[in-house]
């Protein structure tokens, strides 16, 4: 399925990296956002998310969309055929924003929702005409670049709506992953959950600064997780008896009381300035704008990396990103797609 028309309800982090993406897509976009500052962050994003494209896309890449800022959500959302909401996590608001939303978009329209736990089915309930048409479509930051997008279908959810939004998602260079069953924060914060929580103990306790635990992460199974995951690395681990073997020799492990993942630390001021100061030591002689560029370099290095293995094919998200360049570059030349 092939949008011409989006329309983006927020434009903060998340809001303007779906921005970003569509427009570099060659999309038009209409967004809505009371924030008086939402235009000059929605550029300071699309700035750093062309000078991405600009390394990842050195065969050229398709018209840039037009983005227009409308005075209402009625009518940012009025032609769309595409609507992704990205306000913040407050059921409240998502209920007032979605049923607005609703009333005023074309029938035919999919609804996204960016949030990062809310089940969809607790967001219907404010929709009352076709609420068959939301479904979840969690990104993660950077929106522009990092492709994996989680699908989740509430209980009024079309199964045709999943599947034009797991097409549209596609069609824009996302990995989209339908989730099987509706759950609060799905998969990817359910496992960022438990690392978020360990990590924080890990600090309180004086176990290592975060910078170490950063550097831990980053030097050893970060790079595996990047271009493998976690279960096939687990395979490689057991040998060539392969993940029984893994299973047999690693599951007594369950059940030694080496993690505090079912406790959690006091969120109390003591804690935020321990590793707000540590965070601080870290990174502080850079800027937020300074780190979102050597971050996005180091994405793209890494996924261009990664689309140079398997006979040049691409592995993992190189492979997708050799097909999501390709796409762009015919786009580019006028080609259809």
């Known amino acids: 399925m092939t949008i011409h028309k989006a329309a983006a309800v927020g434009g903060g982090v998340i809001g303007a990296g779906w921005v970003a993406r569509l427009l570099l897509n060659g999309i038009d976009v209409s967004i ?13 994003v699309m700035q750093g998310a062309r000078r991405a494209y600009r390394q990842m896309c050195p065969e050229g890449l398709p018209r ?3 983005l227009t800022f409308a005075k209402t959500i009625a009518e940012a959302v009025a032609d769309a055929g595409f609507i992704q909401e990205s306000v ?18 074309p029938a035919h329209a999919v609804i996204g929702s960016s949030t990062s736990g809310i089940k969809p089915s607790d967001m219907q309930s404010a929709m009352k005409k076709h609420p068959e048409r939301l479904v979840v479509g969690h990104p993660f930051n950077p929106v522009y670049l ?3 997008v989680e699908v989740v279908g509430g209980e009024a959810t079309a199964r045709d709506t999943i599947e034009k939004a797991r097409e549209i998602y596609a069609s824009i260079g996302m990995k989209p992953v339908v989730v099987r069953k509706e ?13 978020w929580r360990e990590a924080l ?4 306790d004086g176990i290592c600064t975060v910078e170490e635990l950063d550097d831990i992460m980053r030097y050893s199974f970060g790079l595996r997780w990047a271009q493998m995951g976690m ?20 599951g007594p492990c369950l059940e030694w009381p080496w993690t505090k993942l079912t406790d959690v630390p006091e969120f109390n001021d003591e804690l935020v300035d321990l590793i707000a100061g540590q965070s601080d030591e870290q990174s502080g002689k850079w800027s937020i704008r300074e ?15 990664l689309g140079r293995q398997n006979d040049g094919k691409g592995w993992g998200a190189g492979e997708l990103l050799n097909d999501y360049t390709a796409r762009l570059a015919k786009l580019a030349s006028g080609q259809k797609v």
Do not use: C, S
Request: proline share 4%.
């Open 146 to 148: 990092l492709p994996l």
């Open 291 to 305: 780190l979102e560029q050597i971050r996005d370099d180091n994405l793209v290095a890494m996924m261009q990396a």
């Open 201 to 204: 103990w890990l600090i309180k």
């Open 64 to 66: 840039e969309g037009t």
């Open 88 to 105: 913040p996590e407050r059921l409240e608001l998502k209920h007032k924003v979605l049923a607005e939303i609703d009333a005023h978009a």
């Open 183 to 195: 759950i609060e924060a799905f998969v990817g914060d359910r496992l960022l959950e438990a690392m």
């Open 231 to 250: 279960f096939q690395v687990y395979r490689i681990a057991g040998g060539e008896a392969g993940m029984r073997h893994f299973m047999a020799q690693f």
């Open 32 to 44: 809505f956002d009371p924030d008086p500052q939402a235009a000059r962050k929605v550029d300071e």
